[in-house]
């Protein structure tokens, strides 16, 4: 069975940091597009960070320098470590993934994804 299952988010304040976890089973993580996304109150998804099978990554603008995406092979995992946060990041947090990919990136995976998580929600307070 295929799950991708959120863990770590919370509520912190301004400048504070999170990392969110993404529990992959059912399949290679690492062999996979993965990626985190983010849907605040009114407002549509939107791609944070992606990284491929050969660790390439790619970063929303607004989250440069100050998320980091990662994973771990042998524990199927994703991260995404969350510094300097600011009310702004405040939203649900998705990770997504898709198997068979010719281009990873937000927008890619948006559209072709294979699987969702249940999100974990981050609240960033001033």
């Known amino acids: 069975q295929v799950q991708l299952v959120e863990s770590g988010g919370g509520s912190v304040q301004a400048g504070g940091s999170l990392r969110l976890s993404c529990a992959a089973s059912?399949?290679?993580?690492?062999?996979?597009?993965m990626g985190w996304f983010r849907q605040a109150p009114g407002k549509e998804r939107e791609g944070v960070a992606t990284?491929?099978?050969?660790?390439?990554?790619t970063y929303a603008e607004s989250v440069k320098g100050r998320f980091t995406i990662s994973r771990d092979t042998a524990k199927n995992t994703l991260y995404l470590q969350m510094n300097t946060l600011k009310p702004e990041d405040t939203a649900m947090y998705y990770c997504?993934?898709?198997?068979?990919?010719?281009?990873?990136?937000?927008?890619?995976?948006?559209?072709?994804?294979?699987?969702w998580g249940q999100g974990t929600q981050v609240t960033v307070s001033s």
């Open positions: 997504a993934a898709d198997r068979e990919y010719s281009v990873c990136s937000g927008s890619a995976l948006l559209r072709n994804h294979d699987y």
């Open positions: 059912g399949f290679t993580a690492s062999l996979a597009c």
């Open positions: 990284i491929g099978r050969g660790g390439s990554m």
